[in-house]
């Protein structure tokens, strides 16, 4: 540790290295614990963690000791546990709960947290979880269910202070500080029309700084971002971070402010989001290393099944040309440097394309500009690849013929892969479909292609021979 | 529009899409305008939008026209509007102005934004903005410069509420009532003992909610999440997401506090730093479609050009079977299918290797069971691939030793692949690298080499000929 570097939590400093990580030793500590069936230990070592490093501590110890585990520490294993918990972690104890269990936990949730527990449960156990709620809660969580998946509906919570427009800062204080049964946590107050729609919003550091005299419309903004109950998660989160929000109004169809969305929320949400990319770029789908081994083996075998069938027919170009390379086995060697490096130079494209895509930053009003200067940077990269390898192709081989021929192919697949990187993804987006998805595959399949049958062409054009 | 769908804000409904983006038309219509020199209509057409869509404006329009665009808009263009620009976009309209407006523009920023805007001028520029700011302004931007760049003392606002420990609610209504001077826009307030160091936390909905007789320190949180100052941003992007922080308090190496970061300036470090994986395993550096063309060129022919010399060591291995591919054309055509698949499923595990590191997922307790759980998905995808292309191939080319060799082979290229996508990125990561820089390069040498190198040598021990 550095000098300055401080504890995360006083509370927990024993537990956690500098990166908030658990620490190995602590966690097996834990486990020896479990597996010695000594609850009274592993209750005190739980003891001092904060929920996300409790949940923390159910991802890393292996998957047959949390059942163990979670008896062991039934007590503490309550919702803000299990909202921090991740999902494929969360849904395997779940499943181990009996469903007045899992109701308990969600009771004592805000809407958005039950939720997220209830809604990737099975309909029976859904039903008899919805059962096992109190009346209030259950109309809540049902309503929340009625919306789309990953949409604002799902994430919203439903409790939030809302006041009139009339109402003075004074009284703002006395109702807060009179009604018992008002949220706690809360970082706006939203103002409302006579039919609850949403007016304006008032942080509450402006409250604070105002007399009680002054009223509550000239205290608050009125240039507010609304988020429609059916908005996906996706745009709510781009939304947030474009406006620098902490919180926003939910509103129905007529436009009736119905639950609030906290910046807490969404910050898992743009981290989910702004990573999958990367995954499903490669083809790992959504998946992570909690996920179940026959899940993750389902969702890349699709994948590489997709690629073997591309990879086919790149194949089936280089069949075409088996005469030439009969007549020159050295270009069976040095295709491949042509094909992977125009996959590298498409991969690179591709990446930039998708998160523009995912950012919104490329609209139609620069794609054009987008896609010329794309063109730009693949003849620079390409002009220089073609150089190296065409000249140390040359004097390796002792062939300027065969340099030449390497060159000209470089410089055509990667002219071809810059395109095929911003093309792509973005037709792919056009139809609707998402361009993290499936660009690899079409983009790699153009490149190997287009490596092959550029090389092997123009050697048959030039009638190599070795 | 679907009929829930109500527009983000009302005063700028025209002027977006249904995703928060800029109509082209709008986008055109200012371009006609800017380049007409018909100063009136672009200021009307500009006077409704948000700093971020102003921003957003300056990204879309071409990069010759910004600086037209930025003298007609020079009254909306303020430090808001520069904070949410992108930093490309933001340096080259920086670059176009003078010392003096770039002061001015600083001046009325957080110490946060003016920092983001300073830190990256030439020391010259630098020097002489921080010349024209006054005295305060310019202490604080400096005292923010001489923490390390990407640091939590780069991010921090200095501008925070903390109040002593003996206060009741009160006391601190009326002095956030009484104090001209304090700041307006706050989330939290921080309770400090006598020599500032921070004792408690206290949600402003907690001060609202409590009467005014109540001791600050019986409503505040004492379990407290602190930042030390010269913390990484990404740590403290994790900090703030696990610990689902709206602010939290920074230290320094005393424990005496310095400022405050607000969730909403890690937003945007949550998104990059998620995003930004993508891009460097694909070696595109941390570029974005904003990044100059030379610029662009420069990040990415490195990758390329170390592509090459792992591409030449892959195609020294064929050809140490020049001899066997003589004998036999169809390996020629069939080799790449082994590499390019096993290329595709190691680059699957090392995204997802990749993403575990980044989130703190994969420490060192979980290590051994992630590897090993690898080896079995690897050798599942293995078995499936090396089925469909075995009996594929035997059948196409009625040679059933054919299926077998490329068979055997991609089994194990496969499973190599599965190791390397899970030992790379650990392996830079022990020695201190970033995984997501450098894996791809490693990953794709050994599957592609590997690849060429199962299947030639098995075609070679298999005597194959045809």
Redesign the interface.
């Known amino acids: 540790m550095?000098?300055?570097?401080?504890?995360?939590?006083?509370?927990a400093e024993s537990e956690l290295d500098a990166?908030?990580?658990?620490k190995?030793e602590f966690?097996?500590a834990v486990l020896d614990a479990v597996e010695a069936d000594d609850v009274e230990t592993v209750r005190a070592l739980v003891e001092p963690l904060?929920p996300?490093d409790l949940a923390?501590l159910f991802?890393?110890?292996?998957g047959e000791q949390r059942p163990a585990l979670a008896s062991a520490v039934a007590d503490r294993l309550d919702g803000d546990v299990l909202a921090?918990m991740?999902d494929w972690v969360r849904d395997a104890l779940i499943d181990a709960l009996e469903p007045h269990q899992v109701a308990n936990l969600a009771a004592e949730l805000d809407t958005d947290d039950a939720v997220a527990i209830i809604e990737d449960l099975d309909e029976t156990d859904q039903r008899a979880v919805l059962r096992a709620l109190d009346p209030d809660d259950r109309a809540a969580i049902e309503e929340a269910l009625s919306y789309p998946e990953e949409s604002a509906g799902r994430l919203m919570q439903r409790e939030l202070i809302a006041v009139p427009e009339h109402w003075s800062v004074g009284d703002v204080?006395d109702f807060?500080?009179g009604s018992e049964s008002?949220?706690?946590?809360?970082?706006e107050i939203f103002v409302v029309d006579p039919a609850h729609r949403p007016v304006g919003t008032c942080?509450?550091?402006?409250?604070?700084?105002?007399?009680r005299s002054v009223s509550i419309s000239d205290v608050m903004k009125r240039?507010?971002?609304?988020i429609?109950?059916?908005?996906d998660q996706e745009?709510v989160a781009?939304?947030?971070?474009?406006?620098?929000?902490?919180s926003a109004a939910v509103?129905?169809?007529s436009?009736r402010l119905v639950g609030v969305i906290t910046?807490?929320d969404?910050?898992?949400i743009?981290?989910?989001e702004?990573?999958e990319?990367?995954?499903l770029?490669?083809?790992?789908g959504e998946?992570?290393?909690?996920q179940p081994?026959l899940e993750?083996?389902r969702t890349?075998?699709r994948?590489?099944?997709a690629?073997?069938f591309t990879?086919?027919v790149?194949?089936t170009i280089?069949?075409l040309f088996?005469d030439t390379?009969?007549r020159m086995?050295?270009l069976?060697?040095?295709?491949?440097?042509v094909?992977?490096?125009g996959g590298?130079?498409g991969?690179?494209?591709?990446?930039?394309?998708?998160?523009?895509l995912?950012?919104?930053?490329?609209?139609?009003?620069?794609t054009v500009?987008?896609i010329l200067?794309e063109i730009?940077?693949a003849l620079?990269?390409g002009a220089?690849?073609a150089l190296?390898?065409g000249i140390g192709v040359s004097l390796v081989f002792g062939n300027p013929w065969l340099g030449v021929v390497i060159g000209a192919a470089m410089m055509t697949n990667?002219l071809i892969a810059g395109l095929a990187g911003v093309l792509v993804p973005l037709t792919l987006e056009r139809f609707g479909a998402d361009p993290?998805v499936a660009s690899s595959v079409f983009v790699?399949m153009t490149t190997?292609s287009m490596g092959?049958l550029a090389f092997l062409g123009l050697a048959t054009v030039a009638g190599l021979t070795g």
């Not at 550095?2 to 509370?11: G, N, R, V």
């Open positions: 550095s000098e300055t570097e401080l504890p995360a939590h006083d509370i990166d908030d990580r658990l190995p966690v097996s904060h996300a923390d991802e890393l110890v292996p921090e991740n204080l807060l500080r008002l949220a706690t946590d809360f970082w942080q509450l550091s402006w409250i604070l700084r105002s007399p240039e507010q971002t609304l429609p109950v059916d908005m745009e781009l939304r947030f971070q474009k406006y620098a929000l902490i509103v129905d169809g436009g910046v807490d969404i910050v898992h743009i981290q989910e702004a990573g990319d990367a995954l770029l490669s083809g790992a998946g992570d290393i909690n081994v993750r083996y890349r075998v994948w590489l099944v690629n073997l990879a086919l790149a194949s280089i069949a088996e390379i009969a086995v050295a069976a060697t040095l295709m491949p440097i094909a992977g490096v590298n130079a991969t690179q494209t591709m990446a930039v394309t998708v998160r523009a995912a950012t919104n930053q490329l609209t139609q009003s620069n500009r987008s200067r730009q940077v620079m990269n220089t690849i190296l390898i990667i993290a790699t190997d092959f």
